[in-house]
């Protein structure tokens, strides 16, 4: 018996519309990684970009749990000494959100090539209008 190994020039790729309005952010993005890795299908192999295209909409209205809105930072550091930049996610989700749900996204990939291909099957817009209209997206719903 062999195992299947599944070619990169052999997959289907499907597109799916996530509506992000009211959900929690490390559950959305933990799930939307799965679906851009492909782990959500039969023939999910580690090695190849088996995943499927991801359009997340209304951003804006994510949710962070308990005080994570006041109290978490977000920092960014251009390594010269004394340039750490921090600002808190109440500020980042007003302004970035889609940044945001962007990052937590990206973090869950894996850190290499292959995660780079993956992150580029991701489109985030703040609002509810999407540019993808003509790949007809199949709207999904994620599992709490």
């Given at each position: 018996m062999k195992s299947f190994m599944a070619k990169p020039q052999e997959l289907k790729r499907n597109w799916f519309l996530v509506d992000a309005d009211g959900m929690?952010?490390?559950r959305l993005a933990s799930q939307v990684a799965s679906i851009l890795r492909g782990k959500n299908k039969p023939e999910f192999t580690p090695n190849v970009d088996t995943g499927d295209y991801v359009v997340i909409i209304n951003t804006d209205k994510v949710v962070l749990t308990g005080d994570k809105l006041h109290q978490k930072l977000f920092r960014r550091h251009s390594g010269k000494p004394g340039n750490l930049k921090e600002i808190s996610y109440e500020k980042l989700m007003a302004?970035?959100?889609?940044?945001v749900v962007y990052t937590a996204i990206k973090g869950m990939l894996p850190k290499n090539s292959l995660g780079a291909a993956m992150l580029k099957k991701l489109r985030v817009y703040k609002g509810s209008e999407?540019?993808?209209?003509a790949q007809q997206p199949v709207s999904i719903v994620l599992g709490e």
């Open positions: 929690v952010l490390g302004t970035r959100s889609d940044f999407h540019e993808q209209k």
